[in-house]
């Protein structure tokens, strides 16, 4: 079964400058998440989508950050203007469904988008 | 104070040797536990699930105590291949799941 592809995996842009990922979710997976992972930190959710409508973007920075999935399946992750703390690892995920508590809802990772802002 | 605490280490442990490590959590409502593991420039991977009292597969036993609001991961036999930073979550309901920041076990020939 092939699982969470992400591209680019390496992005290199200077401050100010735009810069787009995109990920697709293994199949059949409606929940896809997009987490930032900060260097020596654990991942933060950014948004989460159930099918193609957001469940929880609580964290997302709206100014400058903006995520679609707008047929439900595949998602992009924009951030503009980028700014130096935006250096992160970008990952990608998916899972059957949203609830986090049933045993059976594992969620999947992808290998991740490495973003270098200079 | 942070949702998941995490002990960072490094934990430098020979091979075959017993560790252990904890986690705290700040949510009294958290439901749901789990124990991630990933390595260097990888992405995350579920090691774990902890639903009651706590579960073990192999040589990983996980514990959960409510009453204090701590998980503990125990890995017996260490081996090589156990090098790795592990991440403690925690989930109630329907919200996100909350990382910890991970701890990093090297194991040592």
């Known amino acids: 079964e092939a699982g969470v592809a992400q591209s680019p995996r390496y992005k290199i842009i200077e401050k100010r400058q735009s810069v787009a990922f995109w990920c697709n979710p293994i199949?059949?997976?409606?929940?896809l998440y997009w987490y930032q992972q900060i260097l020596g930190q654990g991942p933060k959710l950014l948004i989460q989508f159930q099918n193609n409508g957001v469940v929880d973007d609580s964290q997302l920075p709206k100014d400058r950050f903006s995520a679609e999935r707008l047929k439900g399946v595949d998602s992009t992750l924009k951030i503009q203007p980028a700014k130096l703390e935006d250096s992160a690892v970008y990952l990608c995920a998916s899972s059957l469904f949203s609830s986090t508590t049933y045993s059976g809802n594992t969620i999947y990772f992808g290998e991740g988008s490495w973003l270098t802002v200079v | 104070r942070k949702e998941v605490e995490q002990d960072p280490g490094p934990f430098n442990v020979p091979e075959g040797a017993t560790v252990a490590f904890n986690c705290t959590y700040s949510?009294?409502?958290?439901?749901?536990f789990f124990w991630y593991r990933q390595d260097c420039r990888k992405e995350p991977k579920l090691l774990m699930s902890v639903y009651s009292s706590g579960n073990e597969d192999g040589r990983f036993t996980a514990q959960l105590n409510r009453a204090s609001q701590y998980i503990s991961l125990l890995i017996r036999d260490s081996k090589l291949s156990d090098s790795a930073t592990y991440l403690c979550?925690?989930?109630?309901?329907?919200?996100?799941?909350?990382f910890g920041k991970g701890t990093r076990l090297s194991v040592i020939a």
């Open positions: 979550v925690s989930a109630s309901g329907n919200t996100p799941l909350v």
């Open positions: 199949s059949g997976h409606a929940t």
């Open positions: 949510n009294s409502a958290s439901q749901s």
